[in-house]
Structure formats: structure tokens, C-alpha cells
């Protein structure tokens, strides 16, 4: 018996190695070089710039030469053909924080990795075009998302009842005057200043600094326009949180001097706006 088994157990040992040799052509021993090597993570949001000036991957700027061109917007994802190329990028263009913006296809191929004088491992994303070149991209349009939308559209026509419903309005509570709070280091601004990113999930405080909750979601006007702010409220973990949708003409934002910190205020406590109507879009 003992024979036996450590005769299977050879067979296993040998079995399993032939296993492994034929089943690992898939990985590598890759090590990261920052010389030739990019994460696509690092790709998404960055800015693209466009200029008419003849540029390669080998052309440098002086500091700050980036204002020379036209910034036209982010990255918002990365076309991969079948075979693993980077066939385009995505760049949102136009609009106004995220609002009014269309998407337009750029080739992979196009983009100039142009780096600052003395500093090699920065990098601006440039394409050769005009204004007017980036006016008159074709948009692109996810295919697959736009027939969701389309299926979503005719299930919003066939419920008559959630068609009819009238929508919350500002008019179904009181408006609050926005408070006018002063903070060191801080400065009033304006939507047209910020992005939604900015916005979404910005912490939101009572005009004696106390904290109300965040903000969760944005609201669009049928023609696109933002129209509303929605509170969180309240809750542990999001569980049982409320939220209250509220006018921007409610709210006082201020941003640090130095951009990375944006601050909600509402001329409101915690516990006045849990009994405000809850907004359920």
C-alpha cells in the first residue's frame, strides 16, 4: 500500500508540473519601465490640448508653454481593438461642467506625448488641430448605449402613470437665502467655476460650519441645464439617509485658495432639513 501511494503521489508531483508548464504561456515577468510603459488608469481625466503648431513626442515646452494651446477637454475612456491595441481615446469637449459636453473620438495615433523642459516624467496629451477643427468632430456615440437609452425611452412612454406624475419643484417647501459665510483661505465660487466632479459628493455645512451631509447627485433641466443640488441626509453608511433636492440660488460654495478643497454651505441644520420633502427621482 505505502508503495502505492507514494507511487500516485510521484504521478500527482509529475502531473502537476506538466500542468503548470503547459498553462502559464499567458503571464510574464513584466516589470514596470516609466521610460516606455503607461497605465490606461493614468490616461482617464487627463486633459487634452490641441495646437496648430508642428509637434512630436520628442518636442519640449517651458513651463507654463501648455497656455499657448487649447485645452478641449478629458479623457473619458479608452477603444481597444480585438487584438489589445489602443485604437482611440474619448475626449469629452465642450459644455459647461460636464453639462452641454459630447464626446468625439481621437486616434490613438494622433496624440504627442509632450513633456515640460527639465522634467521628463510630466507629460501633456497634444493633438494638431484648430478651435474650429474640435467644433466639427464628429461625435461619437456608444452604440450599445445609446439602444438602452432608446428601450428606456419607450418603457418611460408605455407607464402613463410615472409619465404623468408631476415632478418636485422648489416651489413644494420654503426657499432658503443663501448664508454668507467667510473662511479663511477660502474663496466665493461660482458653478460656472467648477466641475461636477467638484460637486459630486462635496460635504455640505450649516452657516455655523457644522456638517449637514454631501451632496449625491446633480440635477439636469430638460434642455440640459443644472438645475438642482440633491442633499444626502442624515443615515449611518447610507442606510437611511434623505435627501433633499435644493436650488444652487440655496447654496454658498467656496473653493480653497489653492483649488483642491470645495465647501457646500445651506442656511440650514441637519435636523431642519431631515423634515424638508424628500426628493424620490
Known amino acids: 500500500m505505502k508503495r502505492l501511494l507514494a507511487t500516485a503521489a510521484t504521478a500527482m508531483i509529475l502531473g502537476t508540473a506538466v500542468y503548470a508548464d503547459g498553462h502559464t504561456a499567458a503571464f510574464s515577468n513584466m516589470t514596470f519601465d516609466e521610460a516606455v510603459n503607461l497605465n490606461a488608469s493614468e490616461l482617464i481625466g487627463m486633459r487634452v490640448y490641441a495646437t496648430e503648431a508642428d509637434i512630436n513626442n520628442e518636442t519640449t515646452i517651458a513651463a507654463d508653454g501648455e497656455t499657448e494651446w487649447d485645452d478641449i477637454g478629458e479623457i473619458n475612456e479608452i477603444i481597444l481593438t480585438r487584438d489589445g491595441t489602443v485604437q482611440s481615446v474619448i475626449v469629452g469637449v465642450g459644455g459647461f461642467i460636464g453639462v452641454g459636453e459630447r464626446d468625439v473620438a481621437v486616434d490613438m495615433s494622433q496624440i504627442r506625448f509632450v513633456s515640460e523642459e527639465g522634467d521628463s516624467d510630466d507629460f501633456f496629451l497634444v493633438i494638431n488641430a484648430s478651435a474650429a477643427g474640435v467644433e466639427e468632430a464628429p461625435e461619437y456615440v456608444y452604440e450599445r448605449e445609446a439602444a438602452m437609452e432608446e428601450v428606456d425611452t419607450e418603457t418611460a412612454m408605455e407607464t402613463d402613470t410615472e409619465a404623468d406624475a408631476p415632478m418636485e419643484t422648489a416651489a413644494d417647501r420654503p426657499m432658503l437665502t443663501p448664508p454668507a459665510v467667510e473662511r479663511d483661505g477660502y474663496q466665493t465660487a461660482t458653478i460656472e467655476d467648477l466641475t461636477t466632479e467638484d460637486l459630486t459628493g462635496a460635504r455640505v455645512y450649516g452657516p455655523g460650519d457644522e456638517d449637514v451631509g454631501d451632496i449625491g447627485e446633480l440635477l439636469?433641466?430638460?434642455?440640459?441645464q443644472l438645475d438642482r443640488a440633491v442633499i444626502d441626509v442624515g443615515g449611518f453608511l447610507g442606510i437611511g439617509e434623505r435627501h433633499v433636492a435644493v436650488t444652487f440660488d440655496e447654496l454658498q460654495i467656496v473653493?480653497?485658495?489653492d483649488g483642491g478643497d470645495v465647501r457646500v454651505y445651506i442656511d440650514s441644520s441637519q435636523?431642519?432639513?431631515?423634515?424638508?420633502?424628500?426628493?424620490e427621482g
Open 255 to 257: 473653493r480653497s485658495e
Open 220 to 224: 439636469l433641466t430638460d434642455d440640459g
Open 271 to 279: 435636523e431642519a432639513l431631515e423634515q424638508q420633502p424628500e426628493y
